[in-house]
């Protein structure tokens, strides 16, 4: 203790000393996610270029003194910037806490979940296939910021980097965007939540890779910046993350750096069966089992319906989100592979910032109920049991909402 104390102290004397070189400690960019309990706890990431720890000031809304928390200090792939992270823990919930990643730096704050829903909502942004072009990235979030979600989540495909070190700068700029523009006008910052899709990984799909092997060291060569940048949903790429006890995202890897059958679809099984009582349980992945645009026959497409969508009717799910198609798209309630009122609505289809493509036609397609060629994302609200969401395009357009009859019984 005496020698951090003392480290701390000489620190301080330097920074005073030259001031102009503390200012190259404020970070190139910011990411906030979780890793547990949203409701008590707060994952943050800022990168800079110090291989040296650093601190995190943090205090409660409303409260004088800040707290300093040191940051582990981990690889930035194929950079020498480094990734400074704090998992912050024992918050209390529905409370705003503020931080600032450089001491007298920039004021920003991040709010904990709600304990249960029973007084509340809860609003959260989703989507997928974020960045085509970084202009369009930035559009689509300054509506989602403008709508103040609790956080967002966004179904694979981020950067586009596919896994390569000749596409940083794809990854500098979806994280200055998200630094930027993911921010709402009174600095809070936006947790965002992410999953693996094609444009992810070495070659889009593990069975591309001559010698795959289904272990940590393969996935993190195959998704480099994925498993380097993002803490969820981490290793082995699927996961789930659990508010209290009322709401269960679960992450899905559709064949990009894990297969769907075997492992993960057994794992599944489990984290429903062990959530049986959660009111709601949302699974977001990339590859869709319901295509608005691409074929529906197609291998990992038939994979997900015939893996995953019966452990989704079996196991209450009413909504599960889908991406990779870049248009938007809601099915009819599907059960048993067919337009059932008791069964699972899919919305996508991962048009956040790229460009759209032509769609099936709507009527022609069984369980498209809308499909449209846009940018757009969906802001989901949950309340109590109840869930509704409208879908809203890059010039903040609403496109589509559920219930469309406002008098109708929520789902």
Request: aromatic residues 14%; charged residues 25%; contains cysteine.
């Given at each position: 203790?005496?020698?951090k104390?003392?480290?701390?102290?000489?620190?301080?004397?330097?920074?005073?000393?030259?001031?102009?070189?503390?200012a190259?400690?404020?970070?190139?960019?910011?990411y906030?996610?979780w890793?547990?309990?949203?409701?008590?706890?707060?994952?943050?990431?800022?990168h800079?270029?110090?291989?040296?720890?650093?601190?995190?000031?943090?205090?409660?809304?409303?409260?004088?003194?800040?707290?300093?928390?040191?940051?582990?200090?981990l690889?930035?792939?194929?950079?020498e910037?480094h990734v400074?992270?704090?998992?912050?823990?024992?918050?209390?919930?529905?409370?705003?806490?503020?931080?600032?990643?450089?001491?007298?730096?920039?004021v920003?704050?991040?709010?904990?979940?709600?304990?249960?829903?029973?007084?509340?909502?809860?609003?959260?942004a989703?989507?997928?296939?974020?960045?085509h072009?970084?202009?369009?990235?930035e559009?689509?979030?300054?509506?989602?910021?403008?709508?103040?979600?609790?956080?967002?989540?966004?179904?694979?495909?981020?950067?586009?980097?596919?896994?390569?070190?000749?596409?940083?700068q794809?990854?500098?700029?979806?994280?200055?965007a998200?630094?930027?523009?993911?921010?709402?006008?009174?600095?809070?910052?936006?947790?965002?939540?992410?999953?693996?899709?094609?444009?992810?990984?070495?070659?889009?799909?593990?069975?591309?890779?001559?010698g795959?092997?289904?272990?940590?060291?393969?996935?993190?060569?195959?998704?480099?910046?994925?498993?380097?940048?993002?803490?969820?949903?981490?290793q082995?790429?699927?996961?789930?993350?659990?508010?209290?006890?009322?709401?269960?995202?679960?992450?899905?890897?559709?064949?990009?750096?894990?297969?769907?059958?075997?492992d993960?679809?057994?794992?599944?099984?489990?984290?429903?069966?062990d959530?049986?009582?959660?009111?709601?349980?949302?699974?977001?992945?990339?590859?869709?089992?319901?295509?608005?645009?691409?074929?529906?026959?197609?291998?990992?497409?038939?994979?997900?319906?015939?893996?995953?969508?019966?452990?989704?009717e079996?196991?209450?799910?009413k909504?599960?989100?889908?991406?990779?198609?870049?248009?938007?798209?809601?099915?009819?309630?599907i059960?048993?592979?067919?337009?059932?009122?008791s069964?699972?609505?899919?919305?996508?289809?991962?048009?956040?910032?790229?460009?759209?493509?032509?769609?099936?036609?709507?009527?022609?397609?069984?369980?498209?109920?809308?499909?449209?060629?846009?940018?757009?994302?969906?802001?989901?609200?949950?309340?109590?049991?109840?869930?509704?969401?409208?879908?809203?395009?890059?010039d903040?357009?609403?496109?589509?909402?559920?219930?469309?009859?406002?008098?109708?019984?929520?789902?």
């Amino acid at each position: 203790m005496k020698i951090k104390t003392t480290y701390h102290l000489l620190l301080i004397g330097f920074i005073f000393a030259i001031p102009e070189l503390f200012a190259q400690n404020s970070p190139h960019a910011f990411y906030l996610t979780w890793t547990e309990d949203p409701t008590s706890s707060m994952d943050v990431d800022w990168h800079t270029d110090s291989s040296e720890p650093l601190n995190l000031y943090l205090r409660r809304k409303g409260t004088a003194d800040w707290r300093s928390l040191v940051s582990a200090v981990l690889p930035y792939p194929f950079s020498e910037r480094h990734v400074h992270r704090v998992a912050v823990r024992g918050l209390r919930p529905d409370t705003a806490y503020e931080l600032r990643f450089v001491e007298n730096g920039t004021v920003y704050y991040f709010k904990t979940m709600p304990e249960d829903l029973n007084k509340g909502s809860l609003k959260i942004a989703i989507g997928g296939d974020s960045m085509h072009q970084k202009e369009w990235f930035e559009k689509t979030n300054g509506v989602v910021a403008s709508y103040e979600p609790d956080f967002i989540i966004i179904g694979g495909d981020m950067a586009y980097e596919n896994g390569s070190a000749d596409n940083i700068q794809r990854i500098y700029d979806w994280f200055d965007a998200y630094a930027t523009t993911l921010v709402t006008d009174d600095n809070r910052i936006l947790p965002c939540i992410v999953a693996a899709g094609n444009h992810e990984v070495v070659g889009g799909y593990y069975r591309n890779q001559d010698g795959y092997k289904q272990n940590d060291d393969f996935r993190r060569r195959l998704a480099p910046y994925f498993y380097g940048l993002f803490s969820f949903p981490g290793q082995p790429g699927y996961n789930v993350l659990d508010f209290g006890k009322y709401l269960s995202l679960i992450i899905l890897d559709s064949e990009h750096s894990n297969p769907i059958k075997g492992d993960q679809t057994k794992w599944l099984n489990k984290t429903f069966k062990d959530r049986k009582d959660v009111l709601h349980k949302i699974p977001i992945y990339h590859v869709p089992g319901f295509p608005s645009v691409r074929n529906y026959d197609d291998m990992v497409q038939t994979l997900v319906r015939e893996e995953w969508t019966p452990l989704f009717e079996k196991n209450g799910v009413k909504i599960a989100f889908e991406n990779h198609d870049h248009a938007y798209k809601r099915t009819y309630p599907i059960k048993d592979m067919a337009i059932d009122q008791s069964g699972v609505i899919y919305v996508g289809d991962g048009s956040w910032g790229v460009g759209p493509r032509d769609i099936h036609d709507v009527e022609e397609t069984w369980y498209l109920k809308k499909a449209q060629s846009v940018r757009a994302f969906t802001l989901l609200t949950l309340e109590g049991s109840h869930f509704s969401f409208i879908s809203i395009d890059e010039d903040g357009n609403i496109i589509d909402s559920f219930p469309e009859n406002p008098l109708a019984p929520l789902q």
